[in-house]
T-cell receptor, first 113, second 113 residues
Framework: EAGVAQSPRYKIIEKRQSVAFWCNPI?????LYWYQQILGQGPKLLIQ????????DSQLPKDRFSAERLKGVDSTLKIQPAKLEDSAVYLC???????????FGDGTRLSIL | AQSVAQPEDQVNVAEGNPLTVKCTYS??????LFWYVQYPNRGLQFLLK??????LVKGSYGFEAEFNKSQTSFHLKKPSALVSDSALYFC???????????FGPGTRLSVLP
């Protein structure tokens, strides 16, 4: 089966600019996650979707981050405006159930200048 | 609140020797426990999970982990390390349905030839 697809792989922007990341989960996976992984740390959950509904966005900085999964398949994560501390790898993952393992994409490495 | 600790930032082991990567957790109720591995510039890959049942769980690539409820630990083990096992290892816990994954900070494993 095809894995989780993410694009772009790398993005460099200046602070205060906006950026968007795209994720296509494994076919049939209802649950989709976005994580932020800062260098040297474990992934931190930003938002979790179940189909096209938000399950948890308690750690999403809503003043600058937004995410959507309109048709319950693909998802986009946006940052506007970006800050220096947003430099990180943004990982998308999907799973087939709550006690099922998550399958991760290779991530988007974001660098803020 | 649930949490995961990986007390060692770095573990070094000689090829052919057994390896252990430690994980302890704190969660209310019965935990769902996972191990993932991350290679450079890649997303996390699932190794194994404990949901219920036998305390010794076998996973991918010859890895296994032992759930110890009294010590709240879930250490990852492999009888004979390979150089290709060198990577970043993450332990994760989930308190149950509807609860989110919490990842540990990661342990870097180096297997020396």
């Amino acid at each position: 089966e095809a894995g989780v697809a993410q694009s772009p792989r790398y993005k460099i922007i200046e602070k205060r600019q906006s950026v968007a990341f795209w994720c296509n989960p494994i076919s049939g996976h209802a649950t989709l996650y976005w994580y932020q992984q800062i260098l040297g740390q474990g992934p931190k959950l930003l938002i979790q979707f179940q189909n096209n509904g938000v399950v948890d966005d308690s750690q999403l900085p809503k003043d600058r981050f937004s995410a959507e999964r309109l048709k319950g398949v693909d998802s986009t994560l946006k940052i506007q405006p970006a800050k220096l501390e947003d430099s990180a790898v943004y990982l998308c993952a999907s799973s087939g159930g709550f006690n099922q393992p998550q399958h991760f994409g290779d991530g988007t490495r974001l660098s803020i200048l | 609140a649930q949490s995961v600790a990986q007390p060692e930032d770095q573990v070094n082991v000689a090829e052919g020797n057994p390896l252990t990567v430690k994980c302890t957790y704190s969660v209310s109720g019965n935990p769902y426990l996972f191990w993932y591995v991350q290679y450079p510039n890649r997303g996390l890959q699932f190794l194994l999970k404990y949901i219920t049942g036998d305390n010794l769980v076998k996973g991918s690539y010859g890895f296994e982990a032992e759930f110890n409820k009294s010590q709240t630990s879930f250490h990852l083990k492999k009888p004979s390390a390979l150089v290709s096992d060198s990577a970043l290892y993450f332990c994760a816990v989930r308190a149950g349905e509807g609860q989110n994954f919490v990842f540990g900070p990661g342990t870097r494993l180096s297997v020396l030839p």
